[in-house]
């Protein structure tokens, strides 16, 4: 099975050069982090994309937006409505949420996860903000959307887990 060889693969990384492997419960929870920052990140980025292509369909770019032109992406990011925003504020709450839900549920660790997949997605949602135009509102409400978003899926994740458990 391919999780058995990541762990043994995980496990070869992990041992001190004596070759004497590290505490079992510090690498468990260093397996466990890992695994819940990694898929809940990947997994909040691809609904992101997602919804932002359904966004893009809905009004898709004339023909003077030609590859990675930047000046012409610009342009047409220019011309997007409000509810344009709201919409890609909207992917963005949404996949901060299931990010953080999956790495506290994956990690079974406190909030940490969450919040720390939520603020790899927000370091990658301004990067994307200082490449394009966008309304004051908006770049105020990117930080608090993931922040916010991310510290939900953790509250979310423990109901659930409370829930399974009783």
């Known amino acids: 099975m391919a999780g058995d060889r990541v762990n043994r693969h995980f496990d070869s990384l992990c041992e001190r050069p004596d ?6 419960k510090l690498h468990q929870r260093i397996r466990s982090l890992a695994v ?3 898929v809940g990140v990947c997994a909040g980025a691809l609904v992101m994309v997602g919804i932002q292509l359904l966004l893009v369909t809905a009004q898709p770019p004339d023909q003077s937006l030609s590859g990675l ?3 012409s992406f610009r342009n047409y990011v220019r011309a997007w409505p409000d509810w ?3 919409i890609l504020l909207l992917s ?3 996949g901060s949420l ?6 506290m549920r994956l990690s079974r ?5 969450a919040v720390l997949a939520a603020v790899v997605l927000m370091v990658a949602g301004f990067v994307n903000l200082s490449r394009m135009p966008h309304p004051f ?17 953790s509250r979310w994740a423990q109901q659930t887990r409370s829930k399974v458990s009783d």
Do not use: C, K, R, V
């Not at 070759?19 to 079992?24: E, V």
């Not at 299931?98 to 790495?103: I, Q, R, V, Y």
């Not at 660790?109 to 996860?113: A, G, I, L, T, V």
């Open 19 to 24: 070759n004497a492997p590290m505490n079992d």
């Open 36 to 38: 819940g920052l990694t």
């Open 69 to 71: 032109n930047s000046e």
């Open 84 to 86: 344009m925003f709201l």
């Open 92 to 94: 963005y709450a949404i």
């Open 98 to 103: 299931l990010s953080g839900w999956l790495a």
């Open 109 to 113: 660790q406190h909030p940490y996860p």
């Open 137 to 153: 509102w908006f770049a105020l409400g990117t930080g608090l959307i993931f922040i916010l978003s991310g510290w939900l899926g």
